[in-house]
């Protein structure tokens, strides 16, 4: 087939079995745009042997380049060398990287995708290295992409402000939710409630154990609301340890209710999804998120939220959510003290979900990322 474009795009976040934040965007955007492109070649970049299942099509094509790039070293080894070589070969019309690196050293135009500026934000949030490669190469990647999109118009704007990069190169496209989050039977809830809470209602956090999450505050709001309510709710946190969580081990190994408090760690989606479905409440009070997936993973599923006032969260959560002061653990406790004694509240939140969910999707998500892909595309035309 004479394919009218070609696109190479930065697949290192397509890891079997280990879809989080950048790698389901990546994930479901590449999807959309792969099949609903068919007449574009596509070659996925990938760092490592990959799974089939991410070969979405016959216009796609994977390439394998070494080394595997997990270290700050080896990253720019690998885009600096291995990627650019590969470009400077093959010369395909579009870079796309999705995960906030590119190419500095390319000719060929390029689309990147960032998802928050974190780092500049909590410099103590990322290791020593990690930190100042972040710092050093980052804004020269906002600078050199042709065009970049962000998951919010929170860090559009915090792009712009601190790179000083124009408002009108950045494209805002939203993540969504996977179709396996819905609202589930009074059935199925039992059972996961059986499963996992002991029969009980149970307040929900989703991802990451990391110092950013604030999940600390987290566990001594939830020791609070159960000291002032006596009540026999649980909490669950869903999500792998990342780094630096000491401090929630010695949160928690200090509660008076630990036993109320269960650690799944990393879940398969499916269960992920009815653990959403059933919970309560999804309590995300993050100190900081481009976006939060999480919030509309629950919205998806009916299920009221309480979350941050801070960074893209009020932007993702719009009314349906009850936002509060992430550092204040009285305002955390007070949310769910309120949510769990009013039921017309949580049906006001339900409901306003449903309308606030109307702006995510990953159909849109995909559709807004080619968008931002065409506007590239078109101005190298040959």
């Known amino acids: 087939m004479n394919y009218k474009k070609r696109i190479a795009v930065n697949t290192r976040f397509l890891i079997k079995n280990k879809l989080e934040g950048i790698g389901l965007f990546t994930y479901e955007a590449l999807k959309h745009i792969t099949q609903t492109h068919p007449d574009i070649e596509f070659y996925f970049l990938f760092d490592r042997p990959y799974d089939a299942e991410f070969i979405f099509g016959e216009n796609v094509k994977p390439v394998v380049l070494f080394p595997q790039a997990r270290h700050p070293f080896l990253w720019y080894w690998w885009f ?7 470009l400077a070969k093959n010369k395909p019309d579009l870079f796309l990287s999705p995960d906030g690196y590119c190419c500095l050293q390319t000719k060929v135009p390029q ?63 939203y993540n969504g939710a996977k179709e396996v989050y819905k609202p589930v039977s009074d059935e199925v809830k039992n059972k996961v409630k059986a499963q996992y809470a002991s029969g009980c209602n149970y307040f929900l956090y989703v991802g990451s154990i990391h110092p950013r999450k604030n999940i600390k505050n987290l566990l001594l709001a939830f020791e609070q609301f159960k000291t002032e309510t006596s009540s026999n709710f649980k909490l669950i946190l869903a999500g792998r340890k990342a780094w630096d969580f000491e401090d929630v081990e010695e949160a928690y190994s200090k ?47 009916d299920v009221p939220v309480i979350t941050s006032n801070t960074t893209s969260m009020p932007e993702v959560a719009g009314e349906a959510a009850l936002l509060i002061n992430p550092l204040s653990i009285v305002d955390v406790a007070g949310a769910m003290k309120k949510l769990t004694t009013d039921e017309k509240l949580q049906e006001d939140l339900i409901l306003k979900g449903k309308t606030q969910l109307q702006k995510f999707s990953w159909q849109l998500t995909g559709e807004k990322l080619w968008g931002c892909c065409e506007v590239v595309l078109n101005e190298y035309k040959e």
């Open 80 to 86: 600096e060398i291995s990627v650019k070589g590969w």
């Open 111 to 173: 689309v990147m995708v960032i998802h928050d500026l974190a780092f500049e934000h909590f410099n103590d949030h990322v290791y020593g290295l990690t930190h100042r490669y972040y710092k050093y190469f980052t804004p020269r990647f906002a600078h050199k992409s042709n065009r970049i999109a962000t998951v919010s118009e929170y860090s559009k704007s915090d792009i712009a402000k601190l790179y000083g990069i124009a408002p009108g190169k950045i494209d805002v496209v």
């Open 255 to 301: 509660m008076k209710f630990k036993e109320d408090v269960k650690f799944m760690g990393h879940m398969p989606p499916a269960d992920l999804a009815n653990i959403t479905a059933s919970a309560f409440a999804m309590v995300y009070v993050s100190l900081f998120e481009g976006f939060g997936i999480p919030i509309v993973e629950a919205m998806s599923c």
